[in-house]
């Protein structure tokens, strides 16, 4: 559990250096001036080492309009070592998203040292680093496993879509938005949700009734892997679910602040 933020540490991995806090500043900087497109980072309140990230799925990928949250550690020599990280968007730790996101949250990227490959510079800043996992979110992921360039059986990239599509919109948007799974998400991080929920909800919507023939077929994995059945009847009833509560919860705001008294000199 090395590669896991989120396991326990020593006092000593919890103090950062001078240089490493002022580097860390500097790529948190970066990103709130050019905010890399998809991408939102919030610091934690209580610990300088930890940072929160949420990237929102790609646009035409199997991923697109998801919400996949990420927690990062520095280590107390960054950027001399690669940070940590940690998906919690997991569905629990049942759903692996990625043959390189695993559903025990495990992030496999060469950079950080999970993965052959490229190891990791301290010219990386926060920004590259987040960019790359982004980077693994693509229109095929099936094509991500080694080995798996080429379909071992024909349809079978399709196939991984599909379900990834489902997963997705199951557990990395309904999940997310109504905490399925017990996640302590900061408000900055939910509030953003929210509003993409809200600019999303025709695509989420027309997702679920473009594949509401899939309703209560098996998902067939091309790796092996138990994923239970497509649920997009219930899916689509959550979705609406949600874009009430929002809808009404955004009205009851901009009354409430409308009919608050207006200073007058």
């Known amino acids: 559990m090395a590669w896991n933020p989120l396991h326990p540490v020593t006092q000593n991995e919890l103090q950062l250096s001078t240089s490493s806090l002022l580097r860390i500043k500097r790529d948190m900087m970066s990103i709130y001036t ?75 990227l060469s950079i950080l040292g999970t993965w052959n490959g490229p190891e990791w510079s301290p010219a990386l800043t926060l920004s590259s680093l987040l960019i790359s996992i982004q980077s693994l979110l693509t229109e ?37 938005l109504d905490n399925d799974y017990g996640i302590h998400l900061p408000n900055q991080l939910k509030e953003a949700m929210q509003t993409s929920f809200l600019q999303l909800y025709d695509f989420y919507e027309n997702l679920a009734l473009s594949k509401i023939t899939l309703n209560g077929k098996e998902m067939q994995d091309p790796f092996g892997e138990r994923r239970g059945h497509y649920q997009y009847k219930v899916l689509l009833q959550r979705l609406k679910t949600i874009y009430l509560r929002l809808k009404l919860s955004s009205c009851s705001q901009n009354n409430s602040s409308s009919s608050s008294p207006q200073s007058t000199d």
């Not at 569905?91 to 495990?106: H, W």
């Not at 099936?142 to 199951?170: C, M, W």
């Open 34 to 108: 050019e905010p890399p497109p998809g991408i939102l980072v919030v610091p934690d309140e209580e610990d300088l080492t930890l940072v929160h990230a949420l990237i929102t799925g790609p646009y035409s990928t199997p991923y697109e309009g998801g919400f996949f949250y990420f927690i990062v550690r520095f280590p107390p020599d960054y950027p001399i070592s690669s940070p940590k990280v940690v998906l919690m968007t997991t569905g629990g730790n049942t759903v692996r998203f990625n043959p390189n996101l695993y559903n025990s949250g495990k992030v496999c």
């Open 140 to 176: 095929k992921p099936y094509h991500n496993e080694p080995g798996f360039e080429k379909e071992r059986v024909s349809g079978d990239a399709n196939r991984y879509n599909e379900i990834i599509q489902h997963e997705t919109l199951r557990v990395a948007v309904i999940g997310m």
